[in-house]
């Protein structure tokens, strides 16, 4: 128990996609321009990530790994598929982020309109990807772990992007040099608020 | 196919190749492909290696979707650029083990990344699926180019002022720079300053481009 709790801690605060990874760096750029929109694609990336990380630790475990496929026959022992990893995730995330646009299209088409094309976007958001290799090469013991770093990964994203929402929204009404305006203040934001983060280095519980 | 008219390098074609460099960079004036931008511009040495091996995928893929450009479906053609994608970058991450596995384990899951890096597919996406073969190639070795020089100026900076050294040489220490008391910033080898660069190379780009500031 209390090494989940680390790894849900480490992944949403120490390990942020945003700002220790810059993962997802053109999605948290480009949607985070209001913070209604922003809360929207946070929500997908949570769900995504927390569906994929548990799938692709499954199919890392029995299908891909030196000698996983065991389960099967005992002389695939020397089988090693871990080269077809790259191809294989993007496989499980893509039909995933299909299944979630469907979804939402179904239950919410006003947050459907409003996500609009950053939807089928989240297929090459490398937070997605990016989870799930991270997942491949810290090597989670269980599938326990796997979903609670995928879930805490997610939930890291959604602060980032809506706090830079948030922020956008306020810094229309100051008065930035026009060079830096929109893109290069967003930037300098971001890493001014990556060492904020910095901060929870070596929390442990 | 390549109209048969045009040169190889008429004025058109090289603006394919050229434009991507300064004004309609991938990296400060489209947004694409910022994560792995920051990411491994730790040093000079990965970020060269990344560099060539965006330019590798870039191109071939480029080349690749826009022969095949007329017989994608569209409904499918994300899941089919990412397997293109995909194979070749599964390609590179092999040789890179292969050659160069030192760099290779420092990129770690970069390497992979670059099947979600938003240059590539968004490069297909807005081009290559429109565009004839010759033409194709010549943007995606644009924008590699372009997305290059940025990875490649990020990571200059960020190890000069950082650990003092350029590919590894200890430049700082040779011109003899410590012993008159210079010190190395250490707050250039974190993450958050490559956010900060990136932030200063966009605002020199638009204060010398002006068409490009956003209102």
Known sequence: ?205 | MRDKKEALFSKKNRKLLIDPLNDNNPVTTQVLGICSALAITVQLKPAVVMAISVLVVMSVANVVVSLMRNLIPSRIRIIVQLVVIAALVILVDQVLKAFVYDVSKELSVFVGLIITNCIIMGRLEAFALGNGVWKSFLDGLGNAFGYGWILIAVAFFRELLGAGTLFGYPVIEKLGLYEIGYENNGMMILPPMALVTVGIIIWIQRMKNRDLIES
């Open chain 1, 1 to 205: 128990m209390e090494e989940l709790v680390n790894i849900f801690i480490q992944s949403i605060f120490i390990d942020n996609m945003v700002f220790a990874y810059f993962l997802g760096m053109c999605s948290y750029l480009a949607v985070s321009k209001t913070v209604k929109t922003s809360v929207g694609m946070g929500f997908a990336v949570i769900f995504v990530l927390g569906f994929t990380v548990p799938i692709n630790f499954l199919l890392e475990k029995f299908v891909l790994k030196s000698g996983a496929l065991t389960w099967i026959d005992d002389s695939f022992i020397d089988i090693d598929l871990s080269f077809l990893s790259f191809i294989m995730f993007i496989a499980i995330i893509a039909s995933m982020v299909q299944l979630v646009e469907m979804i939402v299209e179904k239950i919410s088409p006003a947050l459907y309109g409003s996500l609009g094309i950053f939807l089928p976007l989240i297929a090459v958001n490398c937070a997605i990807l990016g989870g799930s290799l991270f997942m491949q090469e810290r090597a989670y013991n269980n599938i326990t772990e796997a979903t609670v770093f995928g879930l805490g990964s997610g939930i890291g994203w959604f602060l980032a992007i809506v706090a830079i929402a948030a922020i956008r929204e306020k810094i229309r009404y100051s008065h930035v040099p026009a060079p830096l305006r929109g893109l290069g203040i967003t930037f300098i934001i971001t890493g001014l608020m990556g060492i904020g983060f910095m901060s929870f280095m070596g929390i442990k519980l």
